[in-house]
C-alpha cells in the first residue's frame, strides 16, 4: 500500500528565517509529486510539481523552492521566511495526472 | 488556459435538503474532473472522478455528471447530512497536461439542523 509522509506536523518560526518541509512516499515508484499551499479560510493553490528526480516546475513564485533529491522525496524551502508564507502544505502524488492523493499537511505560522 | 469555476463560496442547507454544486471549466482537451472533499482540519480527499465512458460516478451519496455540452461537472446528493459539511473542490486534469491538476476556488457546504 502506498504512504504518503510529511513533517513536520507543524512549524511555528520567525519572519526572516529558514524553512524546511518534507514529504516522502513510499509503495509507488516515480509518481508526480506536489505541493500546494492553502492560506486560513482560503483555496488550494499549486506551487510546484515534479514528475521524475531533479526536476521540480515552479507553477507559483512565492519565494520558495522545491527539490526531489530521490524518486520518493519532496522537499519544500525557503532561506527567508515571509509573513505571507503562513498557511497549509499539502503534498501530494499521482501517477500520470489522474487522482491526487495527498498528505496530512503542514501547517506554518510565522510570526 | 484550463480553468474551473465554483461560483458559489458558501453554501447553507437544512439537513435532509438536496445539494447541489456548481463546477464549470475550460479546457482545450478533454479532461478528467474531480471532486474533492476537505473537512475541517484535514487534508482533500478525493471524493469523485469522472469516467471516459460517460458513467456517472457516485460515492458517499454524492454523485455528479460530466457534460461536455455545457462544460459542467456539478456535484449532487439527494439529502444532506450534517457531516457533509465541509470545503469541496472541483478539478481539471487532461493528459497532455501532465502534472497540473487546476482546482477551483472551492464551496464550502454548511448543513444545519
Known amino acids: 500500500a502506498q504512504t504518503i509522509h510529511q513533517w513536520p506536523v507543524a512549524e511555528i518560526k520567525a519572519v526572516g528565517s529558514p524553512l524546511s518541509l518534507g514529504c516522502t512516499i513510499k509503495g509507488k515508484s516515480s509518481p508526480n509529486l506536489y505541493w500546494y499551499w492553502q492560506a486560513t479560510g482560503g483555496t488550494l493553490q499549486q506551487l510546484f510539481y515534479?514528475?521524475?528526480?531533479?526536476?521540480v516546475e515552479s507553477v507559483v513564485q512565492l519565494n520558495l523552492s522545491a527539490s526531489r533529491p530521490k524518486d520518493d522525496q519532496f522537499i519544500l524551502s525557503t532561506e527567508k521566511l515571509l509573513l505571507s508564507h503562513s498557511g497549509f502544505y499539502l503534498c501530494?502524488?499521482?501517477?500520470?495526472?489522474?487522482?491526487?492523493?495527498f498528505g496530512s499537511g503542514t501547517r506554518l505560522t510565522v510570526l | 488556459g484550463d480553468s474551473v469555476t465554483q461560483t458559489e463560496g458558501l453554501v447553507t442547507l437544512t439537513e435532509g435538503l438536496p445539494v447541489m454544486l456548481n463546477c464549470t471549466y475550460q479546457?482545450?482537451?478533454?479532461?478528467?474532473l474531480f471532486w474533492y472533499v476537505q473537512h475541517l482540519n484535514e487534508a482533500p480527499k478525493l471524493l469523485l472522478k469522472?469516467?471516459?465512458?460517460?458513467k456517472r460516478p457516485e460515492h458517499q451519496g454524492f454523485h455528479a455528471t460530466l457534460h461536455k455540452s455545457s462544460s459542467s461537472f456539478h456535484l449532487q446528493k439527494s439529502s444532506a447530512q450534517l457531516s457533509d459539511s465541509a470545503l469541496y473542490y472541483c478539478a481539471l486534469s487532461d493528459n497532455y497536461n501532465q502534472g497540473k491538476l487546476i482546482f477551483g476556488q472551492g464551496t464550502k457546504l454548511s448543513i444545519k439542523p
Open positions: 469522472s469516467f471516459t465512458d460517460n
Open positions: 501530494a502524488w499521482s501517477l500520470g495526472g489522474e487522482t491526487l492523493y
Open positions: 515534479s514528475i521524475t528526480v531533479g526536476q
Open positions: 479546457s482545450t482537451y478533454s479532461p478528467f
